[in-house]
């Protein structure tokens, strides 16, 4: 038996505001952060995304002070990311609740940081977020091109001490029509460390597709806010199909 499929609801968020964009754009609000944590926290998930879209592009850090508010509602592994840039900013989301930590950017800005981390937190806490549009990656939330093509840059990820990486099709966040199946079964198939697929996800059928394609685990947004899907119903879905799941 291999290790359970995990099921991710993420949340975006700009300030305590949570929103949700269409292709890294047109951002609006959808509610408060706090009431949707309660709502996972109520229905047992297996663990659960907080990005911080804003903190980047407003050149600020991590907002502690909410990651201390919304994990003392959470007893569900939480992986928090935005605005992550030093070894003192993973610390510090570790010390208020976070288990895990996201970088994007930084780490494509500085290409010692994944080692920085991994040296001092263990690779175990530090998640690679790799933004995907028409083959390049992309950072800064979607808005800057790199000329790093997401397989070579998973690799790199992994090989500076990444223990996780978390892969979002730009394109399809937001639309709810499908993961980016090939994306993810080439970056999941070219790396030791689990792969998250991300973006796209409408559909439980989305979501056991993406596993199938090599991800070991699958985040979901706004499946979870806008449609009767559930990551209870998930979960059941999946374990029909054949897939190991807690449920």
Same mark, same amino acid.
């Given at each position: 038996?291999?290790?359970? #499929?995990?099921i991710?609801?993420s949340?975006?968020?700009?300030?305590?505001?949570l929103?949700k964009?269409v292709?890294f754009d047109?951002w609006?609000?959808?509610?408060?952060?706090?009431q949707?944590?309660?709502?996972h926290?109520a229905r047992?998930?297996?663990e659960l *995304?907080?990005?911080d879209?804003?903190?980047?592009?407003? $050149?600020r850090?991590?907002?502690?002070?909410?990651?201390?508010?919304l994990s003392?509602?959470?007893?569900?592994p939480?992986?928090v990311?935005g605005g992550v @840039?030093? &070894?003192?900013?993973?610390r510090?989301?570790l #010390?208020?609740?976070?288990d895990?930590?996201?970088?994007?950017s930084?780490?494509?800005?500085?290409?010692?940081l994944l080692?920085?981390?991994?040296?001092?937190?263990?690779?175990q806490a530090i998640?690679?977020?790799?933004?995907?549009?028409?083959?390049?990656?992309?950072g800064r939330?979607?808005?800057k091109?790199t #000329?790093? $093509?997401? &397989?070579?840059?998973?690799m790199r990820?992994?090989?500076?001490?990444? %223990?996780?990486?978390?892969?979002t099709?730009?394109? @399809?966040e %937001? #639309?709810?029509? %499908?993961y980016?199946l090939?994306?993810v $079964?080439?970056?999941?198939?070219?790396?030791?460390?689990?792969?998250?697929?991300?973006?796209g996800?409408?559909?439980?059928?989305? *979501?056991?597709?993406?596993?199938?394609?090599g991800a070991?685990a699958?985040?979901a947004?706004?499946?979870?806010q806008?449609t009767?899907?559930t990551?209870k119903?998930?979960?059941?879905y999946l374990?029909?199909h %054949?897939?190991?799941v807690?449920?």
């Open positions: 038996m291999g290790l359970a #499929k995990r991710i609801p949340l975006l968020v700009r300030g305590r505001v929103v964009g292709a047109s609006r609000s959808v509610g408060h952060a706090a949707a944590v309660r709502v926290q047992g998930v297996d *995304l907080l990005l879209v804003a903190a980047t592009a407003e $050149h850090g991590p907002d502690l002070a909410l990651v201390e508010e003392e509602d959470c007893f569900m939480l992986s990311g @840039r030093t &070894v003192d900013d993973v510090d989301l #010390k208020a609740g976070a895990k930590v996201v970088v994007n930084a780490a494509i800005e500085d290409p010692h080692r920085r981390l991994a040296d001092t937190v263990g690779s998640v690679a977020s790799i933004d995907v549009r028409e083959g390049s990656v992309y939330c979607g808005t091109l #000329k790093f $093509h997401p &397989v070579w840059w998973a990820c992994q090989a500076r001490g990444a %223990g996780e990486i978390l892969l099709s730009i394109e @399809r %937001g #639309k709810l029509e %499908g980016d090939q994306l $079964h080439d970056v999941s198939h070219a790396v030791q460390i689990p792969v998250i697929a991300a973006g996800a409408g559909t439980y059928e989305h *979501l056991r597709r993406g596993l199938q394609a070991d699958v985040a947004g706004a499946m979870f806008f009767d899907a990551p119903g998930a979960a059941q374990a029909q %054949g897939l190991e807690r449920l």
